[in-house]
């Protein structure tokens, strides 16, 4: 059973730069992609960042030259740096796990594992 927990989030002025980090545990050999998602109030929850275990990225087009995914050596941590940071940033933040499949998609459905959040405040 795959468990998640985010840390790093926190209050950034806008221009600002914020590191999120996401630790995995129990069966992360078989991983094959994580991600990080994030969803504002009264908006639905969206995909910002994914990686497979070997490295692939795959970004949303809001977030690209901005933000990088990057990953250990093994499916037991990402780590999201998010750089030049607007307030349309401000979200919480997820990170997800899911087994199978060839293609790291942003589509939140795709993943079956969440963390519980950690909040990114952008003003």
């Known amino acids: 059973h795959v468990q998640l927990v985010e840390s790093g989030g926190g209050s950034v002025q806008r221009g600002g730069s914020r590191r999120l980090t996401c630790k995995a545990s129990?069966?992360?050999?078989?991983?094959?992609?994580m991600g990080w998602f994030r969803q504002a109030p009264g908006k639905e929850r969206e995909g910002v960042a994914t990686i497979d275990h070997n490295g692939q990225t795959n970004y949303a087009n809001s977030v690209k030259g901005r933000f990088l995914v990057t990953k250990a050596n093994t499916m037991k941590e990402i780590t999201l740096e998010m750089n030049n940071l607007e307030p349309d940033d401000t979200a919480m933040y997820y990170c997800?796990?899911?087994?199978?499949?060839?293609?790291?998609?942003?589509?939140?459905?795709?993943?079956?594992?969440w963390g519980k959040g950690t909040q990114v405040t952008v003003s």
């Open positions: 997800a796990a899911r087994r199978g499949g060839f293609y790291c998609t942003t589509v939140p459905e795709a993943y079956g594992y």
């Open positions: 129990g069966g992360i050999s078989s991983i094959s992609c």
